[in-house]
């Protein structure tokens, strides 16, 4: 951490205080480079030993001095210590060997040394890259540097926020941390000088690697095979899945996960979505919950201050209301002047809303304006065959749904909430306090807040293309008892469609660089999480144009 600390106070912040952690390409490379010298390998003699020998993977502590290390590799001669540090670069062309992050590193490993009775004059540094090793003297200067790095690092861990974040720094794309970080974001909403919205660079990457897996066959099992997991079903040959390439888990029904799977996923941080065989999302496996406290506390603060509260809910609802004007007047064959105009006017009502509940009523009479116009936007491709359900639409029904259009607005939202939740929780958020949406015994109220600008341009959006286009077929729902809900079938059309829409690439209306729906939501709760902990003075929610 005092590494990350002299690299980046913000970064040495986010991993020790906040316990934020993300690999990239280069951590992973940098384990790799480590794998010998992390094997515990060698004794390690009191001072005054007059063996000579090699130790690696050595773990000491300081208590006066208040560090702990691992060193890579200590080289030994009587009581006289050379700690080496493997690093996996090039060594730089600098006049001291080394940056001062790697300096100051090797530096607090010889303190660490010398408080435990041995003699340090000098490390080594030793560069996978280009095979060299740079000798490192400890003089007086970087003894004094390293100390005051130290205490700088335990003065910034005392404070509730992160430092601010480094002004178009070079240092910025290589770092791991960066789509938590969002630097060039966070400047240019805290109205910083040197940003402008065209120079905000794309740090963020514009899609997940990692996609989710749905298991939706009844009686289905899901077992651990090493790194992959299994899923045997009844009528065909088990798969094999990747863990690295898994996000996350859905299961549908009566579908079963060893207890071994559960473990491994938990332990590597991918949670487990369960959803009932109707697409009710009902529960969530996942490890333990993020370190960020303070992030919940100010949640809760801001919760229990109602004209905080309400000015979210304004901002929130506002757009939802934008956002579905956008949708219809984009699919609209013939633009419903009235409901356009309305819906404009409603949503300058939302923004000067003065209590909750009127808010609520804002809300709903929107929500009605908005749903007699989907209905125009419904234009399936070929006429129902006799007998067969209708993709007819007369406003929203749920719990049960009782027609194909509110089984897969139902399905969707559902989907949404538990991808909204998922992101929410990674982030440090509790997804069960919102400020719209009341407290309910097992509803994520913040969830379903921060889902109300994304519900028209996500969900709405896949269920008139799926229908219009005949991806959906009325083949692909069943009515039981008024119930109308999707077969297997129609849920993974519905589900393939979801998940591309998720994974396309829009325009980023603030920053204006390309990054994918599923990455936008995490962009937009860490910019909330900015706004809650004060970093930027309002929430920017999603609007398209």
Known sequence: ??????????????????????????????????????????????????????????????????????????????????????????????????????????????????????????????????????????????????????AELRHTA?????????????????????????????????????????????LVPARDDALPLYVQSPGAKIGRSGAELVVDTRDGEPQKVRM????????????????????????????IAYLSSGGWFYALTRGMDHKNVELRRRQFAAAEVPELALQIARRLIAVKIRNSRTLVRRNASAAPAHSLERLKELAGKATHAPSLESLLGVEGAAARLYFEAFAALLRPPDPAPDGALRFDFEGRNRRPPRDPVNAVLSLGYALLTKDLTLALQAVGFDPYLGFFHQPRYGRPALALDLMEEFRPLIVDSIVLSAINTGALKPSDFLRRAGVVALTPTGRGKFLRAYERRMDEEIAHPIFGYRISYRRTLEVQIRLFARFLTGEIAEYPPFATR
């Open 1 to 150: 951490m005092l590494n990350e600390h002299a690299y980046c106070p913000r970064l040495a912040y986010l991993e020790w205080v906040q316990g934020d952690f993300r690999d990239n390409a280069e951590t992973v490379d940098g384990r790799f480079q480590h794998r010998n010298v992390d094997v515990e390998r060698g004794d390690m003699p009191d001072p005054g030993d007059e063996a000579r020998i090699h130790a690696r993977s050595v773990k000491l502590s300081a208590p006066q001095l208040g560090m702990i290390a691992t060193i890579d590799l200590v080289e030994l001669h009587g009581a006289r210590a050379t700690p080496v540090d493997y690093k996996r670069g090039r060594a730089p062309d600098t006049e001291e060997g080394a940056w001062e992050p790697e300096r100051v590193q090797l530096c607090a490993q010889a303190l660490i040394l010398e408080e435990n009775g041995y003699e340090v004059q000098a490390g080594i540094l030793y560069f996978v890259g280009s095979k060299q090793r740079v000798e490192i003297e400890f003089d007086d200067r970087l003894r004094a540097r390293t100390r005051e790095l130290l």
């Open 158 to 202: 005392e404070h509730d926020a992160p430092p601010p974040p480094l002004v178009d720094s070079p240092k910025c794309p290589r770092c791991s941390l960066v789509a938590i970080c969002l630097p060039d974001e966070t400047n240019l909403l805290r109205d910083c000088a040197d940003i402008a919205r065209d120079g905000v660079r794309r």
């Open 244 to 271: 690295t390439n898994t996000s996350h888990v859905a299961v549908f029904g009566a579908v079963q996960i060893s207890t071994q799977a559960i473990q491994e996923l938990s332990t590597r941080g991918i949670s």
